[in-house]
């Protein structure tokens, strides 16, 4: 049913999340115990900047790429205990985007005044939240033609 799918979707949405905090750990821990390693000779600049100023940079851009790919190794260990299910949340997941691509306000009728509603409807939780999706779609369309 799809209150089964929107509980399953969210179980995996917060698995990918917490998944990003491990990541993220490594990637710091691991750029930061590589840096720590490295000489530091203060005459010598990187891009015209004190080499603890990059060595500090390459810290945060690995601890950022760890974090973006938290949630595909999230998703991957999700998809590995839930074997069964998850075929069918895929099949599911098609049908639902499918849905939203064919309900969803013209982009093009887009405005300051007037923007569009929750586009690729990521924030629906239930089916409550569906329909309450459809109806600010339609609301969306009937101000932008009028």
């Known amino acids: 049913s799809w209150e089964d799918y929107f509980k399953l979707r969210r179980s995996r949405r917060i698995r990918e999340r917490i998944s990003s905090i491990p990541t993220t750990i490594a990637g710091v821990g691991l750029s930061s115990a590589y840096f720590a390693s490295l000489e530091v000779d203060p ?35 999700w998809s590995l205990f839930n074997r069964n299910l998850a075929n069918k949340i895929n099949i599911r997941d098609r049908q639902f985007y499918e849905r939203i691509k064919k309900h969803r306000s013209d982009p093009s009728l887009n405005s300051f005044r007037n923007p569009v509603p929750d586009f690729y409807g990521e924030k629906i939780k239930s089916v409550s939240d569906y329909r309450s999706w459809l109806r600010k779609q339609r609301e969306h369309r009937r101000k932008a033609t009028f």
């Open 43 to 77: 005459t010598l600049t990187y891009f015209g900047m004190d080499p603890l100023l990059v060595y500090g940079a390459g810290v945060v851009a690995s601890g950022f790429g760890g974090f973006l790919v938290g949630p595909l190794f999230g998703n991957g260990l």
